[in-house]
Each structure stands twice: as C-alpha cells, then as structure tokens.
C-alpha cells in the first residue's frame, strides 16, 4: 500500500530525487502507525502530506557591479500550515532546484512540530550564488528577491529565516527592503535578525548548540559523555562553527572540519576564534586557515577519515555516503549527529544503525535552530528581548525535549533507540493531529 503511494508520488514529481529520498525515508519510518490506525490510509493524509499548500516560482532580475544583468530563479514552497504559519530558511546556493526546496520544506514540516512550538513548514531559496560578490550585488539580488516575495510573508503567514548562504547580512538586506515596500515595522516577518533591530540573543548560535545538547543526551543513554571526545564536523559555515564551539564547552575536543575545497586537521583542537575571523567575518576559504593557524589542510579529501568518536555533518544533504559511514564505523565512531538536512544517504544511515552506532536525524538534531527563531518570534510579539542566557537555557530544555520524544516514541513502535523512527513517528503524529482536527485542508 505505502509502494503504491510512493509510487504515484515519483509520477507526480519527475526528476526530484531529494524530494523523493526524504519522502520515502519518513513513508519507509510510518509502516508500524499505518499497521495500528489503517483507517489514516483512507483519509489520503499521505497525499496530502505529500503536497505542499502552495509553491511559488519567480524571476529575480538584478545587475552587478560592471552593470550587467543577470536571472536567478527563486522559490517558495509553502508546505503545511496544520500546526501554525509556514516557517523555514531560504537557501541562496548555485545547486538550489525546486526538488530541493521540496525535501527541505517536507522534513521542515516534521522537524517544526517536535520543537513542540507553534510553526508550520516551509522553505525558499535562489540559485543565486553569493561567492565573491560585493555586498553591494547581494543587497541588489537580496532587494529583487524581496519585492516579488513580500506578497506571500507576514508574521501570521509565512515567517522565512537563514540557510545556507543565508545570514544576518542577508536577512538585514532582506528585512530592509520588506518594510520599504510594505510600510510595516514587522519583526516577526523573519527570523536571524540582527540582535539591534529584532533579533534574538542565541539564534546564530542556536543550531550547532542544539545539535551538541541532542548528541550529548544520545550518549547518556549509553552512560557516555563528550568529555574528551574527539569530534570531526563537515561544512565550517554558522552550523558547523557553533556546533564545535558548544562541543568545545562541553569537554569535546573538535578536531576536523571542512568546506567545499577540503578539510583541516588539528588534533590539538581547532582554533575557532580564528576560524570565526577567517569563515565569518572575512568569509574566507578554510585554506586561508590553515596557511594562518598552521593546521594541516588536505584539499579535495573526504574529512569523515579523520578518526573520531564524534560526527557531526553540518555541510549539505548527501555528504555521508555508504563508504564514509564504513570508515567511521571502523574508526571507532560512537555517535552521528545531523547538524545538516539530510547529510547521510539512506545506505549510510543503514551501515551506522547496523553497526550500533548511535545516529541523530536532521530532523531532530538540528531542530534548535528553527525553535529558537519560533522563540525570536515570541520575543518580537511582546515587543521582548531575552538575555542570552534565559534564552539559550529555553534552546537547551527544547533539545531534551525532543530527544525524550524520539526516545520514547521509537520505543513505543518496538524500535528502540531508533531516532530516525522516532523522529519520523512523532512528527508525523503531531502534524497528523492538527490536520485531521482541521477538517480536509
Ligand atoms: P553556511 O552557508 O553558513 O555554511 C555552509 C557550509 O557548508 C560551508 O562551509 C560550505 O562550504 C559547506 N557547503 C555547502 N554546500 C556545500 C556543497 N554542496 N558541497 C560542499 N560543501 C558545502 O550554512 P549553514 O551552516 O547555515 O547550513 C549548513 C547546513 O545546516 C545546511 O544543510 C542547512 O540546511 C542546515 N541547517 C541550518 C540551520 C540554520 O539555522 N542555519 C538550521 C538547521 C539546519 P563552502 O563555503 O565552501 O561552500
Ligand atoms: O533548516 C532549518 O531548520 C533552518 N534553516 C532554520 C529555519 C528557521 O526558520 O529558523
């Protein structure tokens, strides 16, 4: 029954493998609900879980510096608003396609109701490809973008935040030209806004710290923690830089990370207040790292050979593949941790699950970002700003929430220790009950 529905979807959705893999790992997940409650089969909730409310595609015209002009195309896929209004980064990436907007907005929609916070899910995003371009070009590109989307935001409608390729710079340019057009202070609009004008203590931080505070809690169930642990993390972006910073706080010591020339080793531990300089504030190559910090750089490697106990890929979907998980698993790995969407393939998935290692879905792990902007929304309804402290302590009590969540519910379904079942499960029920709730929508 479950093949027969995939099945129509792939017609549906020609050529969108990213889509169809996400799709299929929470269809594969739902076998056990289906065989308890078949009457959830009848109401076609999977169809309709499938399609998204509404997706937009747009031109996005803008010149560069010398005056020439050029087209990107933008995107918008409002998937599911059952638990509350659309929310969900927008990715400005050379690779960004409609079926990935898709698979993103699909596990969005999951990942935002085990926050247990009142958000729907969406994603957007650009071909657009901001290396190397003025700040001027990206407030041009950003400005273009905005005007054909402003349409579709609002803080009770469609609430859009960072993904790769998307900060504060952007979310700055972003916001700045929202309320020219509109003539509206509305914070809540987005999400990742400078801490100056709406923005929440925390929220750069919030997806690698999240991230940690989850793996952490995976180890305890094993009587483990990260104290001395050595971890290797892909991507040295926003995710990446944090989730090694809150390991660092946590006794772990990040060894290894990388960008998409190489990766850098450094058993000593990397030095990330230079790393911050290099990647964040010159948005620098990790080259330029290690020419500074006399690390070692291997370029065009893969960094999961790099032994470790701890993995957490933070870079991009499908980045951990079968082999990668064969050489962790016999490097002694104990724990994955998903700092990305979809980093893992399904077979690396399957390789780790069997190997015992212990493996945190994107979906769950990397939720403390979007749930810390869920609180920057809070904070931006109340006309509020938290300190640093209150709101990272909300981040961390959200984490162990959802890790006790995916626990529980895997053991529920006769699966335990399965997060991926979890996460899959738990969510599904969530976005289930809201629907049916809401009568056919
Ligand atoms: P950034 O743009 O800050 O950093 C992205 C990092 O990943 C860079 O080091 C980049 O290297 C690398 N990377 C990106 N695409 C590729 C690719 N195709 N091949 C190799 N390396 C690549 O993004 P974020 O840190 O914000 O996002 C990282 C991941 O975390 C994404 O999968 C995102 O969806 C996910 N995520 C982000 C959240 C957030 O709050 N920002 C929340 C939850 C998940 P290079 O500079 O060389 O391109
Ligand atoms: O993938 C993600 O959860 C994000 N990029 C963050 C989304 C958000 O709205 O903060």
């Given amino acids: 029954m479950i093949e027969k529905i995939y099945d129509r979807i792939l017609h549906r959705n020609p050529g969108e493998k990213e889509f169809h893999q996400a799709v299929w790992e929470v269809l594969e997940s739902l076998e056990p609900v289906f065989a308890r409650r078949p009457e959830l089969l009848d109401e076609s909730l999977i169809e309709r879980l499938c399609e998204p409310e509404r997706q937009i595609i747009f031109r996005v015209p803008w010149s560069d510096d010398s005056g020439k002009t050029h087209v990107n195309r933008g995107f918008r896929v409002e998937f599911n608003s059952a638990l509350g209004p659309y929310k969900g980064g927008l990715r400005f990436h050379p690779s960004v396609n409609l079926g990935i907007i898709k698979f993103l907005g699909f596990e969005q929609t999951f990942k935002n109701a085990l926050t247990g916070m009142p958000i729907g899910g969406g994603k957007g995003g650009s071909d657009f490809d901001p290396k190397g371009r003025s700040d001027a070009e990206v407030m041009r590109f950003c400005q273009s973008f905005m005007t054909e989307l402003y349409r579709h935001l609002g ?10 390729g998307v900060g504060e710079r952007e979310i700055g340019y972003l916001f700045g030209q929202y309320r020219r057009i509109t003539n ?17 203590q925390a ?4 997806t690698g710290y999240g991230l940690v505070v989850f793996t952490a809690e995976m180890l305890k169930t094993r009587g483990e ?26 006794g772990a010591v990040p060894i290894a ?23 964040l504030a010159e948005r620098g190559r990790l080259s330029a790292y290690a020419e ?13 050979e790099v032994p470790c106990e701890v993995a957490l890929p933070s870079a991009t979907q499908n980045e951990l593949d079968r082999d990668d998980a064969a050489t962790l698993v016999r490097n002694g790995v104990l724990a994955v941790g998903e700092g990305a969407n979809m980093p893992t393939t399904p077979e690396g998935v399957r390789v780790l699950r069997e190997a015992g290692v212990l493996f945190g879905p994107g979906k769950a792990a990397n939720a403390g970002g979007v749930a810390t902007s869920a609180l920057e929304m809070q904070q931006n309804a109340s006309r509020d700003s938290w300190t640093f402290e209150h709101t990272e302590a909300r981040l961390t009590e959200i984490m162990r929430h959802i890790h006790d969540l995916c626990h529980t519910t895997a053991e529920r379904y006769g699966r335990p220790g399965d997060y991926v079942a979890g996460a899959n499960i738990a969510g599904f029920e969530l976005v289930e009950r809201g629907m049916v709730a809401q009568g056919l929508i």
């Fill in 184 to 200: 509206r202070w509305e914070a809540g609009v987005l999400t990742g806004k400078g801490v100056l004008w709406g923005g929440s």
């Fill in 257 to 279: 990370c990388s960008d998409s020339g190489g990766y850098v080793v450094e058993e000593k531990g990397i030095d990330l207040e230079l790393l911050k300089e290099v990647k």
């Fill in 225 to 250: 923690s990260l104290e001395g642990k050595r971890v290797v993390v892909s991507g040295s972006g926003n995710v990446a830089i944090h989730a090694m910073e809150k390991a660092r706080q946590l």
């Fill in 292 to 304: 500074r910090s006399g690390a070692r750089f291997v370029p065009d490697g893969r960094v999961w």
């Fill in 155 to 164: 803080e009770y409608t469609d609430i859009p935040a960072g993904d790769i």
């Fill in 203 to 206: 929220r750069s931080e919030a």
